[in-house]
């Protein structure tokens, strides 16, 4: 498949498609759309930022289009659970914006907002809920939500729900939801635990893998600076000075890390901002928009807060700790170099991280260029220490800036240790039929027929 064209969607996804700038599918989307427009439930594994969302967005709604119907009264017919309320805003706007020639409706469901205008929304009915889990939980002992006459189920980012302890309200959650439904299951890794979930949620499913978690994007130039802990404001400073920095991410691995290091920024000259899981919703969406405007083109996050952010020509990706999980090294990376443009990707390590950093180059089977500050004075001007403030423009910020580019959402700010399965290396495409549960067939055997026909 070379263009969306030819996987024979919607016309009103198609032309929603063209007004974006869509023409060619990503290898995911062009492997898990024609069968999941089958009716066949999706098994996919793939890192943030292949184009996941299209690849269920897409053929639900075209699907949607193909049964019509409405939403049921207190309920969804297609449920999507994501482990942040970032990214269930994204994949909210994602299905708004595919679907804006069709009229379904679209409602989120996340914590850090008031319950009112959720209740409302639920009361009506929905044809799309993006919720996560705990929020979700809370409507649904309250008998705010129903999920029995709910069509299709997707999780997304499934790996990162279980890290986060969601996983028995995910139990409780899937038990709402009538057994003859449609199921598509996203994953970036695929331990043993996960494996053991979609196996339970998913029949007879297509298994679509992408771009294996061991191997990093290969648009991004991957640096790291071996620098004494007092160390890292001077050359995270020198580096922002640098040039060619635009919208630049700094991980932090605490929520109060991420405070601090803003406040660093600031007394530096910086516009900055923090985004974690005690930052309000309205605070969270307001740094997210200074960030992508450029009034404030620095964002300090930890990875659960980052979980979502798809935000376009990311130029620098700072990890001022590494993570203690080294798959979460290669989420942190791939929010830059997206789309096709090329990134840069520096870590700042401290001798006590030396064994983090071992343990990421096992994992992504690489060896990262490394400079030491502390044996070499030679390190060029704007990655060094650097205690004079930047020159400021007219607005306040430095010159070389200006212009760059509850509930229900985080439990912690923690990363499961569980070890990942060993990826292949190859995109493939193969239906997992061992042992798998046979969905019976319904009366005429069609492939192509709709999958809303069958039962609820």
Same mark, same amino acid.
């Given at each position: @498949?070379?263009?969306?064209? #030819? ?9 929603a498609?063209?007004?974006?700038g869509?023409?060619t599918?990503?290898?995911i ?8 427009m ?14 996941? =969302?299209? +690849? ?5 709604? !075209? ?6 119907? !409405?939403p ?5 017919r297609v ?6 309320? #970032? ?6 706007e ?7 020639? @069709?009229?379904?409706?679209?409602? =989120? ?5 008031? !319950?009112a205008?959720?209740?409302?929304a ?12 705990g ?23 499934? *790996? ?17 939801v009538?057994?003859e ?11 043993? %635990?996960?494996?053991?979930? +979609?196996s339970?949620?998913?029949? *007879? ?6 771009? $294996?978690?061991a191997?990093t ?10 620098? *004494?802990?007092a ?17 630049v991410l700094?991980?932090?691995? =605490? ?19 923090a985004?974690h ?16 405007s450029?009034?404030?083109?620095i964002?300090?996050?930890t *990875?659960?807060?980052?979980r979502?952010i ?9 990890q ?5 999980v ?5 989420h942190?990376?791939?929010?830059? %170099? &997206? ?10 390590v ?9 343990a990421?180059e096992?994992?992504?089977?690489q ?9 070499n ?9 650097? $205690? ?5 423009? &007219? ?7 200006r212009g760059g580019?509850?509930?229900?959402? #985080? ?8 070890p990942?399965?060993?990826a ?15 969905? $019976?067939?319904a009366?005429?055997?069609s ?5 809303m026909?069958?039962g609820?």
């Amino acid at each position: @498949m070379t263009t969306f064209a #030819e996987l024979n969607l919607n016309p009103l996804l198609l032309s929603a498609l063209e007004q974006a700038g869509h023409i060619t599918p990503t290898p995911i989307q062009a492997q898990a759309i024609p069968p999941a427009m089958q009716g066949r439930d999706i098994l996919g594994i793939a890192q943030t930022g292949t184009g996941k =969302t299209a +690849a269920f967005a897409l053929p639900i709604l !075209h699907q949607l289009a193909l049964t019509g119907g !409405h939403p049921p009264r207190g309920g969804c017919r297609v449920l999507v659970l994501s482990p942040t309320r #970032e990214l269930a805003s994204q994949i909210a706007e994602s299905f708004k914006s595919y679907g804006r020639h @069709m009229g379904f409706s679209v409602a =989120t469901v996340f914590g850090g907002v008031g !319950h009112a205008p959720q209740q409302r929304a639920l009361a009506r009915g929905v044809d799309i809920l993006v919720a996560t889990p705990g929020r979700l939980m809370d409507h649904m002992q309250t008998r705010n939500a129903r999920l029995d006459h709910t069509q299709i189920l997707v999780l997304d980012e499934a *790996d990162q729900m279980l890290d986060q302890g969601f996983l028995p309200a995910i139990t409780k959650i899937v038990a709402a939801v009538p057994k003859e439904r449609r199921t598509m299951f996203f994953s970036a890794t695929m331990p043993s %635990a996960i494996a053991q979930l +979609a196996s339970k949620m998913l029949i *007879d499913p297509v298994r679509v893998e992408v771009t $294996p978690v061991a191997t990093t994007a290969e648009r991004v130039n991957q640096r790291v600076i071996i620098l *004494d802990g007092a160390s890292k404001r001077g050359v995270l400073a020198g580096i922002l000075r640098g040039e060619g920095v635009g919208r630049v991410l700094v991980f932090s691995r =605490t929520k109060h890390g991420a405070d601090k290091i803003v406040k660093s920024l600031e007394m530096d000259g910086f516009p900055a901002n923090a985004i974690h899981g005690n930052k309000g919703q309205s605070q969270r969406e307001r740094a997210l928009a200074e960030f992508k405007s450029g009034k404030a083109p620095i964002l300090v996050a930890t *990875d659960i807060a980052a979980r979502g952010i798809d935000v376009p020509d990311v130029t620098h990706v700072i990890q001022h700790e590494l993570p203690e999980v080294a798959e979460t090294y290669v989420h942190r990376i791939g929010r830059t %170099a &997206r789309a096709g443009a090329g990134g840069q990707a520096i870590a700042l390590v401290a001798p006590d991280e030396i064994g983090l950093l071992r343990a990421i180059e096992r994992l992504t089977r690489q060896k990262i260029d490394s400079e030491d500050q502390r044996s070499n004075p030679t390190i060029p001007l704007n990655e060094r220490a650097v $205690p004079t403030r930047p020159q400021r423009g &007219r607005q306040g910020q430095p010159q070389q800036q200006r212009g760059g580019g509850g509930k229900g959402g #985080e439990r912690q700010e923690q990363r499961s240790s569980q070890p990942s399965r060993p990826a292949q290396e190859r995109s493939y495409v193969k239906p997992m039929n061992d042992g798998a549960r046979k969905r $019976p067939a319904a009366p005429g055997g069609s492939a192509g027929r709709s999958f809303m026909a069958r039962g609820r």
